[in-house]
């Protein structure tokens, strides 16, 4: 196995493992590999140090007993970055699915729906950061979604 230092084309930089450098290359080629933070699939080996490690590390008893080595804190972070990463993909497909979209009118909208003047529904769209202070200020709950994009292939 081997760590590769990875760079997206947004300067997001992570690690990730791969079974030998000639999987490395045709996964980068065939755009197989995601970023963690943006999810560009625009992805390319990053500028790195070689790195030997051992099968085994010492333990922290200092007694000379070794253990299996851990996953780097690094790469640890990349799978939990992922995990996060496919959380608001499904989250994003399930508003898609369930919610109306509105535009730019989602102020307005959700005005409207808080004061009964029109039929209640679930509604998404976009606002200012001025006009979401307003509608919290009035009292209208709304919530604030990162939005990944889809697909940057």
Excluded at 92 to 112: C, L, N, T, W, Y
């Amino acid at each position: 196995m081997i760590l590769y230092d990875l760079v997206c084309h947004k300067d997001h930089g992570f690690e990730v493992w791969f079974r030998d450098a000639t999987a490395c290359s045709e996964q980068l080629a065939a755009k197989a590999v995601r970023c963690p933070t943006c999810g560009s699939k625009k992805v390319s080996k990053a500028l790195m140090a070689p790195n030997v490690a051992s099968k085994t590390t010492e333990t922290p008893r200092g007694d000379g007993a070794k253990a299996a080595a851990l996953p780097s804190k690094a790469a640890m972070e990349t799978d939990e970055a992922g995990k996060l990463r496919r959380a608001l993909v499904e989250l994003r497909a399930k508003i898609e699915r369930d919610f109306d979209h509105v535009g730019p009118q989602f102020a307005e909208e959700a005005r409207k729906i808080h004061y009964g003047e029109t039929e209640h529904r679930n509604i998404y769209g976009e606002t200012t950061p001025k006009e979401a202070e307003d509608l919290v200020e009035e009292g209208i709950e709304i919530s604030r979604v990162p939005w990944l994009p889809k697909d940057d292939a």
